[in-house]
């Protein structure tokens, strides 16, 4: 049992007796052997050499339908159940799309508030480049939200289909897919010029 500080009013030192003799023992848990100490667990996962790359994915924001862009999937060598994604700035192969949710992958605000701002939504067709994925995608149908005269969405109107630059791998994304922060300086260009804006 613990010890039970002395107090000079007799009623708060019966206060911290009562307190000491219902508050149970701490016992200590049985430690996982593969984890018993601190140090260990940080050599373990944070140790480069301990992750293999396993493919490269486009991450798609679930409630907001945003693309955020490519990242690499790595998988531990010895708790195939740990997982890890990094973001990549330069393009590459690209063999998936995986939606994830949640505020920590997007800064987002109120979507009503959004909705009242947002005047107009026309559709467009362009030709799509997202360099960062290093794919793109022809004569591609979209649906563009003008909020005070800017763009500021860019909508896939369909499942669509892009491919990479040396045509030796492709994926799809789908229908409603913010793809705006991926395009490519060039293919906003494009897209300002097909608004008239």
Request: net charge negative; with cysteine.
């Amino acid at each position: 049992m613990s010890e039970v500080p002395k107090f000079a009013n007799p009623l708060e030192e019966l206060l911290a007796e009562t307190l000491c003799k219902l508050t149970p023992p701490k016992t200590r848990k049985a430690a996982d052997p593969k984890f018993n100490n601190r140090h260990h667990l940080h050599e373990e996962f944070a140790n480069p050499e301990r992750w293999t790359r396993t493919r490269g994915l486009a991450l798609i924001h679930l409630e907001s339908n945003t693309l955020l862009g490519n990242f690499s999937e790595y998988r531990h060598i010895r708790f195939q159940d740990a997982r890890k994604l990094v973001r990549e700035d330069t393009p590459m192969l690209v063999e998936g799309s995986e939606f994830v949710s949640g505020p920590q992958w997007i800064e987002w605000s109120d979507p009503k508030i959004e909705w009242e701002r947002w005047q107009e939504v026309r559709q467009v067709v362009i030709d799509l480049h997202l360099p960062e994925l290093g794919v793109r995608a022809l004569a591609v149908i979209v649906d563009v939200t003008l909020t005070h005269g800017g763009v500021s969405r860019v909508e896939l109107a369909d499942l669509t289909h892009f491919h990479s630059d040396d045509r030796r791998s492709a994926f799809f994304l789908p229908k409603h897919v913010d793809v705006l922060e991926g395009m490519s300086f060039d293919c906003k260009l494009t897209l300002r010029a097909e608004l008239g804006i």
